[in-house]
Every structure is written in structure tokens, then in C-alpha cells.
């Protein structure tokens, strides 16, 4: 857990940003699909709705336009067919669409609300329903009264408050955060504010909402105040402010204004890009390029060959493209290079502008940061007679805005590139840090190896006509004079070289002068490597080989052969393995970060003397979740925070943006304090400096019949509140746990817990048995099952449970666990009124029927489908007709396709609607 804070129930979020879950069942409509399944009773399960207070939504047409009408328990049609959509009876009123607007019905067809919503939902037994009307969602009462409208943001579609529900599941879109690890604090955003971005120019773009899914873009002060109002610019796409100048897009182009939204320019562009100078680079309606300054005057046409993409240097811009380079200076100076297919290779603070002429890399020039050519001519062409190999230089592919600070240590530093000339007759060169070609006629060959890393360090090892070694630094001045017979590549301020004199070899410790140093003869003999003015040595053989430190400066052992491994210093620290496991060191060999036995992880430096390290949890601790992450100081040996869902991402220089194990997302710094903290995890985040920007998916809260917040919206899925107990699985970013209504946890280590309905029951997997297991509401065990997932929870009704056992056969058993029907059904359905749809293959095939308690069917399996039964009566589909089956099992009604509409008739065939029998265009039925 975080060491500061805990995240579970941290409750910050925008009330505001409301948006209602849109994937919830809206009232029944006709589509092309539905109008398809409803001409045949084997697929029209959908055509005909449960009873609800004694009426049941059916739908009769089959035209492009079918209507949907109300019958009662005997099939008589007793609200006629008017609606093209419709919801069954809840609270007397049922919610029906007449044209394009939705209002409510009473018992006999009277409108008790008019027709006046875009959406329209169920009212709860507090008198209050959820709509939508003028695009905004409300609050209406039995009256149709708007009691309570809810933001811009609101959803157009939601579950509203589903039946015997006090609440209401809402999803909201969770407003964007601008953290800033400097100062600690988050951007306070105006309640409207549904999207941002990272600074620019020191304001921070942000999108004002205006309607329910756009609005128009602004800029935030520090202090979350709109310093430029987006009425001001009136743009739906995000603008660009550089200086003083905002570019905002207005349908296809781009245009310039000044932060009071006044026009700047008459001018409009397909696309602007801002220049770190003030200045832009814009593209004109005919596709040309210009470079304007800060006050929107036009510098330089800019051709398309040599801009084809741009990326940032420093400073600088560059622009590549096929038949050159161009180089924008941050005063505005543009440097235009020709190059056939030029790359780019950064070099340090260097750019180096290359083309390949047949195999051969050839230098077309090398510049500084403002653009200034650093080879002469002379030079340029001396290098034609060699073939170039840069030294610690990568292609240039991305953006860098930050480039290394150079040094002036020629020692240290490398030369610019190897040269190896075209004439093997002559000696090899040096492109030195002049800028110049140097060779030595006593020269015979040049270390490559030591440029081989980016990071590789002077000086350069060179081997001379005479078979020895020495250095040269950057500039191509002898460093070390060739006297020995081999020099390794330095490793810090020291390295290892052989001495051939008086006919033996001798490996000595030298400093970068070629000064030897002193060293115990058996440290030297089992000396392995360096690594910051260390000697890695070991003592012992195989298994028992272990691993210490001696200290060139101070010429003394910092640890003594007690490692199963070392691996390389950096910033003072290094990993390193004993028996234990894996810890962190300083360079006096004592332990920075102790190894655990808690801990399987290798630790991972991140900066700042900190490390993360994966502990990876005990097979079925977690689940799918392999590993967590914890962070720990080297500076003071703690953890700053355990259990995390991810690596720690770093934030400016003291800041780590971590994701806890139970929910949320926090900025820590280097104390482990949280000064910044969410109680859900962000879906996406940016980070820029010491600012991070995080975006957040749409969350469920649940509202009461006053329209507050009674469950705050911290869970990533819709609420099901299980009657009696009235309990609710529920999923915060991939955790799971049980809450009740009020959104507390009634119980302790039930988070996989699913309650039933009708029963004061739980059921829950044991993973590490292989069992189901019921439950009470006090947590008490009650019976096990065979075989995870054998209670069919989704089905529990009346007080029992479908169970299934090991051949994949089902039964019923009670709240106790006792088996009251044996498992001899293929599939069955939920218990209601004493009737359960069943199917038995081996006696009746692939038909439904309806089992009593006893198990006995009641009703013979002749359907292709079955629905539950509800009020004592169920809809079920089979030889051609839509059966209504009433409490005793017996055909009460049935609808039939005649004339390309659905009809109703009574077990004997006689019509109940419409009247009498339809007549068909065709003649015929």
C-alpha cells in the first residue's frame, strides 16, 4: 500500500461531468432484424415482453412502421397497438414512444405524461422517473414536472431506476486532471471543463462543454480561471498558442488571432505548427510552405522537397526531405542543405546531414544547434577519399527537444568520427573535434570498439606501426604515449594495458595519463573488471565464487568477496545478489536497498536513487495479475509505496506517478508523501516536465430518487442490486468488490461474492478447491458444490437455485444446499410460480418444456423456446405460434402470422385482435 495514504475510498471527482450509462436497455424497438425474428415464432422471443402489473407489451405489425400494443392475461388486446416502442408497467404508468417522442400511459391507454421526451425511463416507487428533453437529462415526477435537470453532460440513454430499485446507476465521464509535481498542486478546472491539454505558452488549453458530447476550447490560467474564454475563439478544435498569437481552426483552415480573439491576419492556412522562436511554420491552401515570425510576416518560402517531415532539434526545427534538409535557427535563420535522400544523425549536440552515394556513407555537412556549418570546405573534401564511421552517433527519427550539454575535456571526449582511407596505403584518420581530418603516418590502426556503445568515452585507443598502443584525445593529441603493448577501452578514470618490456607481459591498473597504479598482487590476480574507480574481484571457485570491491582512489577494500553477483555502478549504486535475493548497494559495498525474502524481484534503477522492483505473487494469490510493483528509495533504504498495479512512471525530477493495487492513481515524491492523489486509475496519461495530464474513462455512480448521489462514481460498471439483501457486485478499475446500497462492503474477503436473488444468499468460487460456495449473509458457509460456477446465481428465484453437476446436467437445490429436483435437464430456466423452463435431450430432444417443484414436467417439451414465467403467466414459441401459458401450464392465448401481421387468438382459434380475421392483399393467408 501507498506509505502516506490510503486510495480505497477517495472520493474526488467532477459532479458535473454526469454522464448516464448509454448501453442500458432501451425500450423495445422495431428494427429490420426484430421485424425479421418476429415473423417466426421460432425466433420471436423478443416480439412479446413480461407481465408487469398484469400487461404484457406485444408487438402485431410487421410493416415498416409495426406497432406495439398492450394485451391482458387472457390475450386480449386491451391498450391498443399506437406505439412504436414500449416498456412494460411499472408503478401504473408505462413509458411508450408515439412518433418521435416518448411519454407515459396509464392502465387504459390515457396519456398520464404527453409525449414530449427524447428518451424516457421507468419511474421508481418514490414517484420519480429519469428523461431526456431539450438534449438534457432530468428529473421528471408523476406530473411530468421537471424537478431536477442534470448537466450538459448527461448521457441521452440510461437504465434509469430498473424495477424494485431505489437506485439508479449513472456513468459519468470523469473530468480530466492537470497535476504539476513543482508546486504539488492540481489545476482546479471550472465544472464544464470535459478535455485538456498540456501547457502552452504557460496557459493550459482546456474544452468548455456546450453541448452533451462537444464544446468550444479556451486557455486556463495557473490558477484554473479562463484567461482566454473559448466564447472568445469559438473553436471545437483544440487551438495553438505560441506567444501572444492563438491559431484556432474553423472548419477546414487555420487562422490567427490574438488572445482577445481579434483577427491577426487575413490569411488562412491547411495547417500551422508553432516554433519554440514565436515564429510558425504554415502551409498554405496551395500546399506551399512559409516560415512566419512572431508578429505573422512571412521569413522564407520553405520547398516541399526539403520539409517533408519535421521534427524538433534543440532549439532548432529541422526538416527533411527527399531532395534536402532545412534548418530553422531559434532567431530564424534557415539554413537550406541540399542532399540526395538525406539522413540525419545526432551526434551529441550535433547534427550530422549524411547521404549514401552508392554503398558509402557520405557527409553533405555537420551544424550546431544554430544552424552553423562546422566543416569547411577543404574538409569536406578530404573526406571524400575516406570511408566515415561517426562515433557515438544515432539516426535522427524523433523529436529532441533537450540535447546534451557538450564538454570541453578533449581527453574524455571522442573525435567526431574514424576515418578509413579509400588507399589502404595510407594510415587511418580522425575527424577531430576541430572539425578537421588528422592522420599519422605512425598510426596502423584505430580501436573501433571503443565507439561501439553511445556512451563510449575518450580517449581513443591507437595502435602504431611499431605494435604499440596509446591514446589520443579528441583533438588527435597523444594522451597516453604508445608504450604498452594493449590498452583496454576506459572505464571511468581507469583502465587495464599490458606491458611487454623486459621480454614478459604484465597487465597493469593505469589512470588516463598511463599512470600505473599500485594494486595488491591478489587483487589484481582475481581482479574481473571496472566500474567507477572499482576493481571487481571474486574469491573462490564455481558455486562458492563470490564477488567484492576494492577502491582504486583510497587504495581499500569496500566489500569483501561476499556477492553471487555485482552488475555496474550508476549514480553511486549497483545491484547485486547474495544468497537472499537481489539488493542495492553503495560504493562502499553496504547495502543501500537490503535483499528480501519477500522479494523474487530484481530491482530496476529509475533515477533519483530509486528503483522499482516486481514482486511476483504466489501462483493463485491474484489471479490473472503476475506481478505488482513496489518503489524504494536507495537514498534512505525504504518503499516509498508497495503493491502497484504498474511501474512508476518518473515526474520531473523528485515526482512518480504510481497506480496503487487498490484503485486509484497518486503522484508521490521522493518522501512518499502523496500530495496529489484520485481514487480511480486514469485511463491515459502525459507527462511533460514536472505536468501530468490524466484522462479518465466514464465511471458508475448510482443516484436516489432525488437525483443524489447515493454511490459516488468510482466503479467502471453498472450496478445490480440483488433484492432482498439489495446487494451489488461491483468493479473499480479491474478490482472487484460487494457493496450494498449505500455503497459500503458488508463483508470481509466476499469480493467475488454474488448475492442471490430471492435469498439472503451469496455465492462465491473457491479457486482452490474447485468448489461453489454457498453462503449466508453473515459470511457463514452453508454447502459446497463440485465444480466452479455449479450455482447458476443469475437464475436464483423463488427461494432456489439451479445447480449443475460434473456431466453438465442441472437441478435445483434450496437456500440450504439441499437437492430438490435431481440434475437431469439440460438447460433450465429460473424457478417462477412454480413453473421452470426445462429441456431433457435424451427423452425430448431440443424442445422446451416447463418442470414443476417436483421436477415432473407440467408442460410437455414442445417449444423451440421458453420464456420465464411472470404474474403467473409466460410467452413460449413453438410449432408456428406464440403460446401465452396461464398458472396451470394450459394455452391461454396464442399469436400467429396472417396477412404479414402478428394476430391474436384464444385457445379454441378464435380472433382477439384484431376482431376478425385480416384480409390479405394476395387472397391468400
Same mark, same amino acid.
Given at each position: ?101 416518448? @411519454? +407515459?400511459?396509464? %392502465?387504459? !391507454?390515457? /396519456? =398520464? *405524461?404527453? $409525449? ?5 425511463? #421507468? ?94 476550447? @479556451? +486557455?486556463?490560467? %495557473?490558477? !484554473?480561471? /479562463? =484567461? *482566454?474564454? $473559448? ?5 471545437? #478544435? ?214 561501439e556503445s553511445e556512451s563510449a568515452q575518450g580517449p581513443l585507443i591507437i595502435r602504431t606501426q611499431s605494435k604499440k598502443v596509446g591514446t589520443v584525445d579528441s583533438a588527435g593529441k597523444w594522451v597516453i604515449q604508445p608504450t604498452y603493448s594493449d590498452i583496454t577501452p576506459f572505464s571511468g578514470d581507469y583502465t587495464w594495458a599490458v606491458d611487454s618490456s623486459n621480454n614478459t607481459q604484465t ?70 545478489k547474495v544468497d537472499a535475493g537481489w539488493g542495492v548497494i553503495n560504493r562502499d559495498g553496504s547495502w543501500a536497498i537490503p535483499p528480501s525474502a519477500d522479494r523474487s524481484g530484481k530491482p530496476q534503477y529509475v533515477g533519483d536513487g530509486m528503483f522499482t522492483i516486481a514482486d511476483n505473487d504466489q501462483p493463485g494469490e491474484r489471479g490473472a495479475v503476475a506481478s505488482h510493483y513496489g518503489l524504494y528509495s536507495a537514498v534512505n533504504g525504504l518503499a516509498l ?285
Amino acid at each position: 500500500m501507498i506509505c502516506s495514504e490510503t486510495f480505497k475510498h477517495f472520493r474526488n471527482f467532477s459532479a458535473l461531468a454526469l454522464i448516464l450509462n448509454a448501453t442500458f436497455s432501451l425500450p423495445v424497438h422495431a428494427d429490420d432484424a426484430l421485424l425479421r425474428a418476429c415473423s417466426n415464432a421460432k425466433t420471436a422471443k423478443d416480439c412479446q415482453l413480461p407481465f408487469q402489473q398484469g400487461l404484457s407489451p406485444v408487438q402485431v405489425g410487421l410493416s415498416r412502421e409495426p406497432l406495439w400494443g398492450f394485451v391482458d392475461t387472457t390475450g386480449h388486446m386491451v391498450i391498443k397497438p399506437a406505439f412504436s416502442e414500449a416498456r412494460g408497467f411499472v408503478n401504473d404508468v408505462a413509458a411508450v414512444k408515439k412518433g418521435d417522442k416518448f @411519454g +407515459y400511459i396509464d %392502465k387504459k !391507454g390515457n /396519456w =398520464a *405524461i404527453e $409525449p414530449s421526451f427524447t428518451r424516457a425511463t #421507468d419511474f421508481n416507487a418514490r414517484g420519480t422517473a429519469l428523461v431526456v428533453t431539450d438534449n438534457r437529462l432530468a428529473m421528471i415526477n408523476r406530473k411530468g414536472q421537471v424537478i431536477k435537470t442534470l448537466p450538459f453532460a448527461a448521457s441521452l440513454d440510461t437504465n434509469g431506476f430498473m424495477q424494485g430499485q431505489a437506485l439508479a446507476s449513472v456513468q459519468i465521464q470523469v473530468s480530466p486532471a492537470l497535476w504539476n509535481a513543482s508546486t504539488d498542486r492540481s489545476l482546479s478546472l471550472p465544472d464544464d471543463v470535459m478535455a485538456l491539454d498540456l501547457p502552452q505558452s504557460g496557459l493550459i488549453p482546456a474544452k468548455k462543454r456546450d453541448t452533451a458530447n462537444d464544446g468550444f476550447w @479556451g +486557455y486556463l490560467n %495557473k490558477n !484554473g480561471e /479562463w =484567461a *482566454i474564454d $473559448p466564447m472568445i475563439l469559438k473553436t471545437r #478544435d483544440e487551438p495553438l498558442l505560441n506567444g501572444d498569437v492563438v491559431a484556432v481552426k474553423n472548419k477546414n483552415d487555420w487562422a490567427f488571432v490574438d488572445r482577445q480573439g481579434v483577427s491577426l491576419s487575413k490569411d488562412q492556412y491547411k495547417s500551422v505548427r508553432p516554433l519554440s522562436s514565436g515564429s510558425w511554420l504554415v502551409t498554405t491552401n496551395d500546399n506551399s510552405k512559409q516560415l512566419l515570425n512572431s508578429k505573422l510576416e512571412k521569413v522564407q518560402d520553405i520547398t516541399a522537397d526539403q520539409s517533408e517531415n519535421i521534427l524538433v532539434w534543440g532549439k532548432a526545427v529541422v526538416g527533411q526531405g527527399s531532395k534536402g534538409v532545412m534548418i530553422i535557427g531559434a532567431d530564424n535563420q534557415v539554413v537550406t542543405v541540399k542532399a540526395n535522400k538525406p539522413q540525419l544523425l545526432q551526434q551529441g549536440n550535433r547534427l550530422w546531414v549524411t547521404q549514401n552515394e552508392g554503398k558509402t556513407l557520405q557527409v553533405v555537412q555537420v551544424y550546431d544547434n544554430n544552424g552553423v556549418a562546422l566543416l569547411n570546405d577543404p574538409t569536406l573534401a578530404a573526406l571524400k577519399d575516406y570511408q566515415l564511421q561517426p562515433l557515438a552517433a544515432s539516426a535522427m527519427i524523433d523529436d529532441a527537444p533537450v540535447l546534451p550539454a557538450g564538454s570541453n575535456d578533449v581527453s574524455r571526449n571522442l573525435p567526431w568520427a574514424l576515418l578509413k582511407p579509400s588507399d589502404a596505403s595510407k594510415p587511418p584518420a580522425i575527424l577531430t573535434s576541430q572539425g578537421t581530418v588528422l592522420s599519422d603516418p605512425q598510426w596502423a590502426a584505430i580501436e573501433s570498439a571503443t565507439a561501439e556503445s553511445e556512451s563510449a568515452q575518450g580517449p581513443l585507443i591507437i595502435r602504431t606501426q611499431s605494435k604499440k598502443v596509446g591514446t589520443v584525445d579528441s583533438a588527435g593529441k597523444w594522451v597516453i604515449q604508445p608504450t604498452y603493448s594493449d590498452i583496454t577501452p576506459f572505464s571511468g578514470d581507469y583502465t587495464w594495458a599490458v606491458d611487454s618490456s623486459n621480454n614478459t607481459q604484465t597487465r597493469r591498473l593505469i589512470d588516463r595519463n598511463g599512470n600505473a597504479v599500485e594494486v595488491p598482487a591478489n587483487i589484481e590476480q582475481n581482479a574481473q573488471r571496472l566500474s567507477a574507480g572499482l576493481l571487481y574481484y571474486t574469491e573462490g571457485d564455481n558455486d562458492a565464487r563470490r564477488w567484492g570491491l576494492w577502491d582504486i582512489a583510497s587504495k581499500g577494500i569496500k566489500a569483501a568477496p561476499q556477492f553471487v553477483q555485482i552488475e555496474s555502478f550508476t549514480d553511486g549504486y549497483a545491484l547485486a545478489k547474495v544468497d537472499a535475493g537481489w539488493g542495492v548497494i553503495n560504493r562502499d559495498g553496504s547495502w543501500a536497498i537490503p535483499p528480501s525474502a519477500d522479494r523474487s524481484g530484481k530491482p530496476q534503477y529509475v533515477g533519483d536513487g530509486m528503483f522499482t522492483i516486481a514482486d511476483n505473487d504466489q501462483p493463485g494469490e491474484r489471479g490473472a495479475v503476475a506481478s505488482h510493483y513496489g518503489l524504494y528509495s536507495a537514498v534512505n533504504g525504504l518503499a516509498l509505496a508497495t503493491d502497484l498495479l504498474a511501474s512508476p512512471q518518473r515526474v520531473g525530477e523528485n515526482h512518480w506517478l504510481v497506480k496503487p493495487a487498490e484503485g486509484g492513481v497518486a503522484l508521490l515524491d521522493d518522501a512518499g508523501r502523496a500530495p496529489l492523489s484520485k481514487g480511480i486509475a486514469a485511463s491515459s496519461s502525459s507527462v511533460e516536465g514536472d505536468w501530468v495530464m490524466l484522462n479518465f474513462s466514464p465511471h458508475f455512480g448510482a443516484i436516489n430518487g432525488k437525483g443524489d448521489w447515493q454511490i459516488e462514481p468510482l466503479y467502471t460498471e453498472a450496478f445490480s442490486f440483488i433484492a432482498p439483501l439489495n446487494w451489488s457486485r461491483a468493479n473499480s478499475d479491474g478490482q472487484t468488490t460487494l457493496i450494498n446500497d449505500h455503497g459500503g462492503e458488508p463483508l470481509d474477503g466476499f469480493e467475488q461474492a454474488q448475492p442471490l436473488n430471492s435469498l439472503t444468499r451469496l455465492v462465491m468460487n473457491d479457486d482452490a478447491t474447485g468448489e461453489t460456495v454457498l453462503y449466508d449473509n453473515d459470511g457463514n458457509e452453508v454447502q459446497r458444490f463440485a465444480g466452479l460456477g455449479s450455482l447458476l446465481a443469475d437464475k436464483a428465484s423463488s427461494g432456489v437455485i439451479p445447480m449443475r453437476n460434473d456431466k453438465g446436467l442441472f437441478g435445483f437445490v434450496d437456500q440450504q444446499g439441499k437437492k430438490l429436483i435431481g440434475a437431469y435437464f439440460d438447460q433450465v430456466g429460473a424457478m417462477n410460480n412454480n413453473f421452470a423452463a426445462a429441456m431433457k435431450k435424451s427423452t425430448y430432444g431440443n424442445l422446451f418444456g416447463y418442470i414443476n417443484p417436483t421436477g415432473r414436467f407440467a408442460v410437455l417439451p414442445k417449444f423451440d423456446w421458453a420464456g420465464d414465467f411472470s404474474e403467473k403467466h409466460a410467452w413460449a414459441g413453438g410449432k408456428g405460434v406464440v403460446s401465452l401459458l396461464n398458472a396451470e401450464g394450459a394455452v391461454q392465448a396464442k399469436i400467429q402470422v396472417r396477412c404479414n401481421q402478428r394476430v391474436i387468438v384464444d385457445a379454441k382459434g378464435a380472433y382477439l385482435w384484431p376482431a376478425k380475421a385480416p384480409a390479405c392483399s394476395n387472397g391468400g393467408n
